[in-house]
């Protein structure tokens, strides 16, 4: 999974004229095909037979073949620079951004002691289960979490990170608390997929944290967040109810089993914000035969307005060492009202590889 | 891409499972004592210390090696493949870093026979006197 060079390091070069530090270099990359099969598209918006994949980037297949929406790749730099003190860096490169790279991530990590890490710079956002390895769909079964759960307009942040990890008897007790504050210039989602005009999307005041408890086949992971919400719409910022700001709290429960061959993963998510509640749960069941695991998921997003749901089945392969062979069939439900439709019903096939290294 | 060679790994794999047996060794000034959980959370990142306090560094098996299989689904209860998607989940989020990976038994033994504070395992029978045995799966 990864590859060591030895690189002269300018940031040790600055102590000791001449000291080397050690950098990893590792990475992954998911190269998915699709097309809907059939949809309905949003005929008030104009919109085409649509499946939206993935919001965050707006990754979305139409009834022509393309191999853009879910592909991606990642390169992550970690240099140790000893006495517990790294620096790393992640590039990632997604096709629904024309393969465009930036860096997502590039944080210091200090290693306090053996409980304690202390991390600062760029993070991904740790909200859902699957938040923060997103992008890196080999750790996971589908090819990419549900789109009805994943659905945020931010997904990083810039702030500080304190990370556990704790023994207590027979589980594995871990998790973070992190604070900080995101600032989108132009974020793709509010200005393009729901909306024409250039949104400016600002999330300050972040303050969540996450706790994980494992043993054996048992993994559950509790999560919250609380941030406060500014926007502006072509360079005007938007009014609640006559408020510049609004304060949206999300708070979830997952929890995943991996038994014997069986893998069930679960989650339960809420999202209030201006005095609503948007529910989203995520329900997926596989069974490991050997390289193969064929699964089923069910996962749905609910709001006064905005309702929609997946229903998948699919497989994932793992025919190589490093890489897994997915193919996917997705069944979206969209029952919007009130102009909250999201791209109508769909019915949609992808298949891929993804890999690490 | 060879297909075929992917139908013939585990195949081998599998046929290997009844014959090997692995060996989990430290340096012999090692007191500690290690069952199989402990063992398994020094290999995962769960841990980072032997039972004793002191500070424990696992040293993994290339996946090339026969006894590296082996240790993943007797001591780990995973197949290779399920260990690589954990480990890809905790380095590209920052949570951890996998032990470090020598490519066979003898670069085990000799690293563990220099380091105090290594864990590591080889084939049962490639153990000598250099290191101390503390579990066989």
């Known amino acids: 999974m990864k590859k060591s060079l030895m690189v002269a390091a300018l940031a040790a070069g600055m102590v000791t004229g001449n000291a080397v530090a050690e950098v990893d270099i590792s990475g992954f990359a998911s190269v998915v095909g699709g097309k809907v099969l059939s949809g309905e598209g949003v005929p008030e918006f104009g919109l085409e037979p649509t499946f939206l994949a993935n919001y965050p980037i707006v990754g979305f297949y139409e009834e022509d073949w393309s191999f853009k929406p879910d592909s991606k790749y990642g390169l992550q730099l970690t240099a140790d620079l000893t006495e517990g003190l790294t620096a790393t860096a992640q590039l990632v490169g997604r096709g629904a951004d024309d393969f465009n790279a930036e860096f997502e991530w590039a944080y210091l990590s200090y290693t306090l002691n053996e409980h304690w890490t202390l991390q600062a710079g760029k993070k991904r956002l740790p909200l859902y289960y699957y938040s923060d390895f997103f992008d890196v769909s080999y750790a996971y079964l589908w090819i990419r979490p549900a789109a009805d759960n994943y659905t945020w307009q931010i997904f990083n942040y810039n702030g500080v990170n304190a990370q556990f990890n704790y023994q207590v008897s027979d589980w594995t007790v871990s998790g973070n608390i992190y604070t900080g504050r995101e600032d989108d210039t132009e974020n793709k989602l509010l200005s393009e997929f729901f909306g024409s005009q250039p949104v400016r999307e600002i999330w300050k005041n972040i303050v969540g944290g996450v706790l994980s408890l494992n043993r054996d086949w048992l993994d559950l992971r509790f999560t919250y967040m609380t941030y406060q919400n500014e926007r502006y719409r072509n360079g005007v910022k938007v009014l609640w109810d006559g408020d510049d700001s609004r304060r949206g709290k999300f708070a979830g429960v997952s929890a995943n089993v991996d038994y014997n061959n069986w893998v069930v993963l679960t989650e339960l998510n809420r999202l209030s914000l201006d005095g609503g509640d948007f529910d989203t749960y995520l329900v997926s069941a596989g069974y490991r035969v050997g390289q193969w695991t064929p699964f089923i998921s069910f996962a749905d997003f609910d709001s006064e307005s905005e309702m929609h749901s997946t229903a998948s089945i699919g497989a994932r392969w793992d025919f190589h060492s490093s890489a897994a062979f997915k193919v996917q069939y997705d069944d979206v439900t969209d029952d919007g009202i009130n102009g909250q439709m999201v791209a109508g019903d769909s019915k949609a096939i992808t298949f891929g590889i993804d890999l690490v290294f | ?137």
């Open chain 2, 1 to 137: 891409m060879n297909w075929l060679k992917f139908v013939a790994i585990p195949l081998v794999l599998t046929s290997a499972v009844a014959s090997a047996e692995v060996a989990v060794v430290v340096h012999p000034s090692n007191a500690a004592s290690l069952d199989q959980a402990e063992i398994s959370r020094l290999f995962t990142g769960r841990g980072a210390a032997f039972n004793n306090g002191s500070k424990a560094t696992p040293l993994n098996l290339a996946e090339s090696a026969p006894a590296r299989a082996e240790f993943d689904s007797k001591v780990l209860g995973k197949s290779s493949s399920q260990m690589k998607a954990y480990w890809s989940k905790l380095v590209f989020t920052g949570k951890g870093t996998p032990p470090k990976e020598l490519a066979t038994d003898a670069d085990v033994k000799a690293a563990v026979a220099a380091d105090a504070s290594a864990i590591g395992y080889i084939d049962a029978g490639a153990v000598d006197a250099s290191v101390k045995v503390v579990g066989k799966f």
